[in-house]
């Protein structure tokens, strides 16, 4: 079975443009989450959804940042308009269930897609 | 929220077995214990999961004192590729109770 698949794996950009980043899911899980890690900040959870419906964006750094979950197997992270400090590695993952939690399902990550914002 | 005290980097050569200690003094009764592996240019990639005593798998070993206030991740006889970032993580992980550390840098030399 596939991993959980991201696109592009690397985007360079200008400052102001809009950028896309895509997030295929493994089939079946039905928890997918988005991170951002930087080496000053470490990962930070931005936002994550359960069933297609975001549960919680209070990790979204900003307005700028915008994320949606038209379907099961389909996510998109849009920053517009980015900035420099945009730039981070942007990862994707998905689960059964939150780890740790009744269900106790590990994350499943994708290799991440490297953002620079010039 | 448990937080998590684990040493910044060790370093080891292949063929030993490498102890990676996490503290998490208040950790909360119902709260998992769950460690991840991270190499460079991928994700994090789960390890190993418990909550008391003693957990083994393929990769790695996790042992668990009574107090549950720390616990140790073992892995034996490593080679270069375990050179990695290893997260320790406690608690229902994915929603905003998530919180990835700085981890522990292992360096495996030859």
């Known amino acids: 079975d596939a991993g959980v698949i991201q696109s592009p794996r690397h985007e360079v950009t200008e400052m102001g443009q809009e950028v896309t980043l895509r997030c295929k899911p493994i089939?079946?899980?039905?928890?997918l989450f988005w991170y951002r890690q930087t080496m000053m900040r470490g990962l930070e959870l931005l936002i994550y959804?359960?069933?297609?419906?975001?549960?919680?964006d209070s990790g979204m750094p900003e307005d700028r940042f915008s994320a949606k979950m038209p379907n099961a197997s389909f996510s998109t992270l849009k920053i517009q308009p980015s900035e420099p400090r945009d730039s981070a590695v942007y990862f994707c993952?998905?689960?059964?269930?939150?780890?740790?939690?009744?269900?106790?399902?590990?994350?499943?990550f994708g290799d991440g897609t490297r953002l620079s914002i010039l | 929220l448990a937080k998590t005290t684990q040493p910044i980097s060790m370093d080891s050569y292949e063929g030993q077995e490498v102890n990676i200690t996490c503290s998490h003094n208040n950790i909360a009764t119902n709260d998992y214990i769950t460690w991840y592996q991270q190499f460079p240019s991928q994700g994090p990639r789960f390890i190993i999961q418990g909550y008391k005593t003693k957990v083994t798998n393929e990769v790695a070993s996790l042992f668990i004192p009574a107090d549950r206030k720390s616990s140790t991740l073992s892995l034996p006889r490593v080679s270069l590729s375990d050179t990695a970032v290893y997260y320790c993580l406690v608690g229902e992980t994915g929603g905003f109770k998530t919180i990835f550390g700085a981890g522990t840098r292992l360096f495996v030399k030859a």
């Open positions: 993952a998905s689960s059964l269930g939150l780890t740790g939690g009744r269900r106790n399902q590990p994350q499943h």
């Open positions: 959804f359960n069933n297609n419906v975001p549960i919680d």
């Open positions: 089939s079946g899980h039905d928890y």
